[in-house]
């Protein structure tokens, strides 16, 4: 117990004599929370989702805001995780994979408005909770968890350091009933405050189809964001929150650099990236599906603005406009010298 303790360390004294602990649902997988009242706010969420027909893996990457100095993370799953580390490069790597299509355009008019842009693992009887795992990975203190009561749950995270209010214990029962396992991570930053891009974390389950645990974020008080990469057999759809598809594509383990991320790959993988931002948390009611769809390759497309169409020096518009009017000039012009012809015609004869 000791230990436990130890590795999910109570979290500060300033909280213990508060009795509460402020959550910053801020986090789109999963429960974030703090021990302190300053809160922790995710200024940018991206994961990576990876299935292969039985198993998957999510890679989350955070940035956080806070005066904290320390937070756990709560994570359900259908089955027990495993958790390693990331690396952040695997993320600029997808970025630069799945970046807009650049078009350099040239118009014939000016452009007077601007550019355009177009299942679970078994639980412990009796409602007890289970500690399947602990384990230190750099700054975070991992402890995987199962349990057959949501009460009983919250009471063992709540006897840990994880002061939890009665509407995450709530919304914790889904998972509960259908007897899936939590990650609970302590984030504690190795010396000052809780704050900055964090280590990407790894996290492997095995799964009968692909999901997106992120039925929490219900509980958010402020508009969430969506990021997700998921590279699977196939092109997947989502069901719910109205995500925006901005790339599709087949990825080949050639095209990017780092080793870890060709594993994540395998021999290829289809990848569909989706985003939304500003999701209201009332439409957070379920955890985020996919299924299969045609491997119809999709890439945005961004027009660069390359000034007009010119011609000799000038724009070709000119010319265009031009040309009508020399074609009415040379017209006219052609009529007076034949009626002067005629005329010279006319004042030659009576002399003859």
């Not at 948390?281 to 000034?307: C, K, R």
Request: proline share 7%.
């Amino acid at each position: 117990m000791r230990t436990l303790t130890r590795i999910l360390v109570p979290l500060v004294v300033a909280a213990a004599a508060l009795g509460v602990v402020r959550p910053s649902w801020a986090c789109g997988c999963g429960a974030l929370i703090t021990a302190t009242n300053s809160g922790v706010d995710v200024a940018a969420e991206t994961s990576i989702v990876r299935y292969d027909g039985s198993s998957e893996e999510i890679v989350m990457r955070l940035s956080v805001r806070s005066s904290a100095r320390d937070a756990a993370w709560l994570m359900p799953t259908p089955s027990r995780a495993t958790v390693t580390l990331g690396e952040r490069g695997w993320f600029d790597q997808l970025d630069r994979l799945t970046a807009p299509k650049v078009v350099r355009r040239r118009h014939w008019l000016p452009d007077l408005g601007g550019g355009t842009r177009v299942a679970g693992a078994p639980a412990p009887a009796g409602g007890r909770v289970g500690v399947l795992a602990q384990q230190r990975l750099g700054p975070f203190e991992v402890t995987t968890l199962s349990a057959a009561d949501p009460r009983a749950l919250a009471a063992w995270l709540t006897s840990h350091g994880y002061h939890l209010k009665g509407r995450l214990g709530q919304a914790l029962a889904p998972y509960v009933a259908r007897r899936w396992t939590y990650t609970a991570v302590r984030l504690a930053p190795r010396s000052g405050q809780l704050s900055g891009e964090l280590d990407p974390l790894r996290i492997r389950f095995a799964a009968d189809a692909p999901v997106y645990p992120i039925r929490l974020s219900r509980l958010a008080s402020t508009p969430q964001a969506v990021h997700l990469y998921v590279l699977a057999p196939h092109r997947v759809t989502v069901r719910g929150l109205g995500l925006f598809t901005t790339y599709a594509g087949r990825v080949r383990p050639a095209q990017v650099a780092s080793p870890g991320l060709r594993s994540l790959l395998g021999g290829g993988a289809f990848l569909t990236e989706f985003v939304r931002q500003g999701i209201p948390p009332a439409d957070f009611t379920d955890d985020l599906g996919f299924a299969y769809t045609a491997d119809t390759p999709y890439q945005q497309v961004e027009y660069e603005e390359g000034g007009l169409v010119t011609f000799l020096g000038l724009p070709a518009v000119l010319w265009v406009l031009a040309a009508p009017v020399a074609v009415l000039v040379a017209l006219v012009a052609f009529l007076l010298t034949r009626r002067r012809r005629r005329r010279a015609r006319r004042a030659i004869r009576p002399g003859l």
